[in-house]
Structures are given as structure tokens and as C-alpha cells.
């Protein structure tokens, strides 16, 4: 779940990522496939774009990403995250590993869905200033309007961005560049 929100991944991307997938000089993420539901099973297949796409590994996830990649023992085509017979991990198996039903009821918050932290991690990554077409190539969105729809500001951002425009606001009176009427 960390490692979602962290790359704003999909939780089948989460499912479909490998060991070759990870840079470790670099720390990007190269998100190439899904795994998902299908008859017969679970399959990997391309992401929703269909286009491979880089994603940054933010410190506080690298230790986690290097026990992942010290547990696959060099084999570059090991899924880094599991289920328990050591294949494919499914949305229900990570459902139930995460007790996330519980959590979320517990925290109150039983309408959150486990995609919910891909607009987790888009949303810091905004706030964070990431640049609109870099946020569109971490998404693997064709349009910065499907890219906006993820976006869900908490009020202490749009708290701070009054402050920003105030003092904005103050900087232009004081240059003589507006006055008041």
C-alpha cells in the first residue's frame, strides 16, 4: 500500500512490478504491466496507457524497495510484491494482508478504496510541485484534465496558497504596481 501512494501506481501495477523494473542508481520505477483478473486467473498485461512510464522512488520508500529486491536474489524477472504461494498478488489478497476493510472502518473512512492512494500520491506530488506534464507522464495520462481529477488538496494547502496570495498581493502595493481604491 505504501509503495502505491508513494508512485501513484495502480494496485495491479503495484502486482505486476519486477525487479528489473527498479533502477537503483537512478531510483525510478519503470511501470510497464498489470497484473489483473482474468479467465483462468490472474495475467499480466500493459498498463491501462499501454505505455511503459517512470516513476520516481522517493527516499522513505528505498528501503523497502531494497528488501524487495534482496529477497528476488537477483532474478531480474521476480515480482517484487507477492502473494502467498510466491506468484501473482491479487487486490482481494491485498485487501485481506492489509486487514484494509478494518483500518479503514476503524480510521472512519470506509469509502476509501485502495486506488484512492494513487490520488494520494499524485496529490503530494502536486503539492510537492511536481510540473503538470511531468504529473501526466507519472499518471500515464494523454490529458492533464484526467491528470487534475486526481488532484484532492487538503485545506491546509489551500490555506497556505491564500497566505501566498496575500503577500503577493502586498509585495505588488508596496512596488507601487496596484493601489487601493
Given amino acids: 500500500m505504501v509503495h502505491s501512494a508513494c508512485t501513484a501506481t495502480r494496485i495491479g501495477e503495484v502486482s505486476g512490478v519486477r525487479a528489473r523494473d527498479v533502477d537503483t542508481d537512478k531510483w525510478l520505477l519503470t511501470c510497464r504491466r498489470q497484473t ?12 491501462k496507457g499501454r505505455i511503459a512510464r517512470f516513476t520516481p522512488i522517493i527516499e522513505p520508500l528505498r528501503p523497502l524497495i531494497a528488501r524487495q529486491l534482496q529477497a528476488a536474489r537477483g532474478d531480474p524477472d521476480a515480482r517484487l510484491y507477492t502473494g502467498p504461494g510466491g506468484d501473482h498478488i491479487s487486490t482481494a489478497v491485498l485487501r485481506d494482508a492489509t486487514h484494509w476493510d478494518e483500518v479503514t472502518r476503524d480510521l472512519g473512512y470506509e469509502h476509501l ?11 503530494w506530488m502536486a503539492d510537492a ?4 506534464h511531468i504529473l501526466m507522464e507519472i499518471a500515464g495520462h494523454r490529458l492533464i484534465t484526467t491528470t487534475q481529477r486526481y488532484f484532492h488538496p487538503d485545506v491546509l494547502r489551500i490555506l497556505e496558497a491564500g497566505q501566498a496570495l496575500t503577500h ?3 509585495k505588488l502595493q508596496r512596488g507601487g504596481q496596484i493601489t487601493r481604491r
Fill in 129 to 132: 510541485g511536481f510540473l503538470p
Fill in 113 to 123: 478504496r485502495r486506488h484512492d492512494l494513487r490520488h494520494t500520491g499524485l496529490t
Fill in 168 to 170: 503577493h498581493l502586498e
Fill in 36 to 47: 489483473t483478473p482474468a479467465p483462468g486467473g490472474l495475467v499480466d498485461k500493459h498498463t
